[in-house]
């Protein structure tokens, strides 16, 4: 396994579940699984999820699970270098952008009063 390539993977995750982008309250996952096809390789779901708005006082319910990431240059016999890390980098750029596209389709769902707990977005 490229331990190097793979500690950048990781970097780049523990930066991703720190950052809290458009909301202070949001909560990010990764979820790790071992490849069965190709050994030292991984297959990788990421996860956000937001308890913050309310719609006329309930939850307005936001979670958004990621398709899968697939590593392809932890194997030993690998020769790229760090391609991976810039696929993952755009990968959860996207993702955070879907993640906010649903925030907003499900706010504008709400046909009452839209309330958040979050202090980003008070006003």
């Known amino acids: ?14 930066k ?9 309250f949001q909560e990010k996952k990764d979820h790790w699984v ?3 096809a190709i050994s030292g390789e991984y297959l990788i ?18 979670e958004l699970v990621s398709d ?4 392809t240059t932890l194997s030993k ?9 810039d696929r993952l980098d755009k990968f959860l750029k996207d993702f955070d952008n ?7 389709q499900k706010v504008s ?5 839209v309330e958040t707990t979050d202090p980003f977005h008070m006003k």
Do not use: H, Y
């Open 77 to 85: 016999s690998n020769t790229n270098d760090n391609i991976d890390a």
């Open 98 to 104: 879907q993640f906010q596209d649903l925030v907003t």
């Open 34 to 36: 071992e490849n069965p």
């Open 45 to 62: 779901k990421f996860s956000i999820k937001l308890k913050t708005f309310l719609c006329d006082k309930v939850l307005i319910p936001i």
């Open 109 to 113: 769902e709400c046909r009452g009063v």
């Open 68 to 71: 899968i990431f697939q590593t």
């Open 1 to 14: 396994m490229n331990q190097n390539i793979l500690d950048s993977i990781q970097e780049l995750i523990n």
């Open 16 to 24: 991703w579940i720190e950052e809290n982008g458009n909301f202070l």
